[in-house]
């Protein structure tokens, strides 16, 4: 059964960078993509985009400009940086596995709050 | 503004049949695939749905899925209190060149 779990600080500075990582166990980040996906409090779903193990990036055009991922295969791990962070980005982060044009494993990620 | 639409909401009493709609456009729901997810409240989501009507291992057959055109569909048959949860639509979306979602809909058992 593979598992995924984001990690990362809860409370991010306006205008500073998020930061948070997806560990994965019960599978390996050597095959498939790895998605990260945005939901504000009482809001819906937002893709923000995904890596690929050979490290190819797809991120949504909103964001883009914003937004790092990379993927570490030693670690069995992928991460996600987005920069210049507002009140906007407060929401609950996820991780998530897409297979064949579905996301079939989702990780609980923790809710980051933008504020000084 | 989801660019995919869904009811906000929508309900049923337990032992019916409810329905829960996804609209599109032709570069996404009528030229791809559609999934859908069930989200229980402070739980990450889970994929009910996949490939317009196929099921994952372990999601009971009273779940459906169905695509026409721009749109689809699932309905939930002999609804069940476990069932109360916010649903939400997946497609491709060829435009976007990446995956879109609807905005989610809250389905009650009363």
């Known amino acids: 059964q593979v598992q995924l779990q984001a990690s990362g600080p809860g409370l991010v500075k306006p205008s500073e960078t998020l930061s948070l990582t997806c560990s994965v166990s019960?599978?390996?980040?050597?095959?498939?993509?790895w998605n990260w996906i945005r939901q504000p409090p009482g809001e819906g779903l937002e893709w923000i985009g995904y890596?690929?193990?050979?490290?190819?990036?797809n991120y949504n055009p909103s964001l883009k400009s914003r937004v790092t991922m990379s993927v570490d295969t030693s670690k069995n791990q992928f991460s996600l940086k987005l920069s210049s962070v507002t009140a906007a980005d407060t929401a609950v982060y996820y991780c998530?596995?897409?297979?064949?044009?579905?996301?079939?494993?989702w990780g609980q990620g923790p809710l980051v709050t933008v504020s000084s | 503004q989801s660019v995919l639409t869904q009811p906000p909401s929508a309900s049923g009493t337990p032992g019916q049949r409810v329905t829960i709609s996804c609209s599109g456009s032709?570069?996404?729901?009528?030229?791809?695939?559609v999934n859908w997810y069930q989200q229980l409240p402070g739980t990450a989501p889970k994929l009910l749905i996949y490939?317009?009507?196929l099921r994952p291992s372990g999601v009971p057959d009273r779940l459906s899925g169905s695509r026409s055109g721009t749109s689809a569909s699932l309905a939930i048959s002999g609804l069940q209190s476990e069932d109360e949860a916010n649903y939400y639509c997946?497609?491709?979306?060829?435009?976007?060149?990446?995956?879109?979602f609807g905005g989610g809909s809250k389905l009650t058992v009363l």
């Open positions: 998530a596995r897409e297979a064949y044009g579905f996301f079939d494993y």
């Open positions: 019960g599978g390996s980040v050597s095959s498939f993509y």
């Open positions: 890596i690929s193990y050979t490290g190819g990036t």
């Open positions: 032709s570069s996404n729901i009528g030229s791809n695939t």
């Open positions: 490939g317009n009507n």
């Open positions: 997946s497609t491709w979306d060829d435009s976007l060149n990446g995956p879109v």
